[in-house]
């Protein structure tokens, strides 16, 4: 357990690629919810959990909440979907803890030794972010790296580069929450980090920008299911 970590879970998507009627975090998946698969993920590693909420899973997420009253987990409603990098800076907003860690809600697959392999690297690091990769054909998210050190993140639905093989990023994000925080507030607030075609305020992005503060490092995964997030509801076939 990481008494001086807390971990956010941005989970107030509308999951319009899923195609259900519920949101994908509450669909079944070998018995357990998408959002159960990421809590037990975590379990033993922080007891700070923070997960961001729509108005609209709220209540579900409360029952949720009591079901696993073991973990401190907080609610925080986020009222407009207005992207990953608005949904981690309300996050931090109410983090105390010295370092903070992001995991997507559905990232499911991601291995728990690649979690704490790169939670380890952060901190003997001393990197102001850290986060795993893996070589992969056809990356949704590209990481470059130049002389074996992060570059940038390209996203590929925002680009018309394609990218057949490279640097995919697995959904998991160690960071040091004070100047994570500061610098979220100030480049939501110009309007720097927002994507051209969604329009949504983008945490990747801001990833660019934390290299004039600190050292952002890039840890390998164990494996290539470490990158599968779930957007389709045939990613989980």
Known sequence: MYKDLSIIIPAAGRSSR??????????????KLIIEHILKKIQNISNDIIIITSPTN???????????????????????????GQAVYLGLKKIKTRYSAVIWADQIFL???????????FISSKSILCFPIFF???????????????YKIIQTRESDI??????SDCGFFVFKTKIVKQTLKKLILN???????????DFLKSFTFLKKYGEVITVPAYSIKDTN?????????
């Open 136 to 150: 992969k054909k056809n990356p949704y998210v590209y990481v470059s790296l130049k002389n074996d050190k992060f």
């Open 191 to 201: 309007k720097k980090i927002i994507t051209k075609k969604t329009k949504e305020i």
């Open 18 to 31: 899923f195609k259900t009627k519920i949101s994908k975090i509450f669909y079944v998946y070998k018995k």
């Open 111 to 121: 291995l728990k030794k690649t979690i704490l392999s790169t939670i380890k690297k």
């Open 229 to 237: 997030g779930i957007n389709y509801l045939e990613d989980l076939k």
């Open 58 to 84: 709220y209540k579900k997420l409360l029952q949720i909440k009591k079901k696993y009253k073991l973990m401190n987990i907080k609610l925080v409603i986020q009222n407009k979907p207005k992207g990953m």
């Open 162 to 167: 394609k990218i057949q093989k490279g640097y």
